[in-house]
């Protein structure tokens, strides 16, 4: 399926939203910023001719952190650390490794997941976790620096909205809207000066502001990424639980 845009109906109803996620929106090309970001890139060319169906994540040099409904259903999946990908760049190949408990518990849905490379990736800087409950307390004015492969814009056709792609890895920074003890709910609104994320931006990372910790798993918002971009908190016991097999936690 197109960005892999799979959800539970349990997790579906349980956000009262249309659709999970998603790119960045109101952004800009990221460039060398966030060079630890990768994309997950399909084996076959999809029919606007980009690659990518997700993002993620380095956590550590063999581990690199996305969201459990990126599933495509191999063992082996591929990563690309390109800020903008085309054919033959250099990949990473790693098997696939989802929560079991992902879509089982509707206010958990156990959507994360990695990457375990075959060899330790090199001369790219591993991305930091959050401490145990440390973002409980955040400040209602705490912004997040969203990264991603996702669609970087949605026109408005006769047909219906369309979802444009180029593979080229973009940030944007948003607001928080709310918290609760399993997501983190950021304002990607543009008329309040924020952006987000969009189909594709599925399991990359939303930056505790300008800092290298991953704060949240984009994994859902609105059906065209305009107002809510909903993440899935990293410094829980049920993530922590799942992440401390594959890395040290602070």
């Known amino acids: 399926m197109r960005r892999n845009l799979i959800l539970s109906v349990a997790f579906a109803a349980l956000l009262v939203i249309a659709a999970p996620a998603y790119a960045i929106t109101n952004g800009q090309p990221d460039g060398n910023q966030h060079p630890n970001v990768g994309g997950l890139v399909s084996p076959t060319q999809y029919s606007d001719g980009t690659w990518l169906y997700c993002t993620g994540t380095l956590i550590s040099p063999t581990v690199f952190l996305t969201a459990a409904h990126c599933d495509e259903g191999t063992a082996q999946v591929t990563v690309t650390f390109d ?9 990473y190949t790693g098997t696939w490794h989802a929560d079991p408990l992902y879509g089982h518990d509707q206010s ?8 375990v490379f075959d060899k330790p990736i090199k001369g790219i800087t591993p991305a930091r976790l959050p401490a145990a409950n440390s973002l409980s307390n955040l400040s209602a004015t705490q912004q997040f620096t969203s990264v991603g492969y996702g669609a970087y814009e949605v026109t408005n056709q006769p047909g219906g909205h369309r979802y444009l792609y180029n593979d080229v890895r ?5 607001t928080l809207n ?9 304002s990607m609104n543009a008329s309040t000066g924020n952006g987000g994320t969009c189909y594709g931006d599925s399991g990359g990372p939303n930056f505790l502001g300008t800092t290298d910790i991953v704060a949240g798993i984009t994994i859902t918002a609105d059906a065209i990424c305009r107002s809510t971009n909903v993440d899935y908190r990293t410094d829980t016991p ?6 401390a097999p594959f890395v040290t936690l602070p």
């Open 178 to 186: 709310a918290i609760n003890p399993t997501w983190l709910r950021i």
């Open 83 to 91: 800020p903008a990908y085309e054919a033959g760049d250099k990949t």
């Open 108 to 115: 958990d849905t156990h959507d994360i997941a990695v990457v």
């Open 238 to 243: 049920s993530a922590r639980a799942f992440l």
């Open 170 to 174: 973009q940030v944007s920074m948003g």
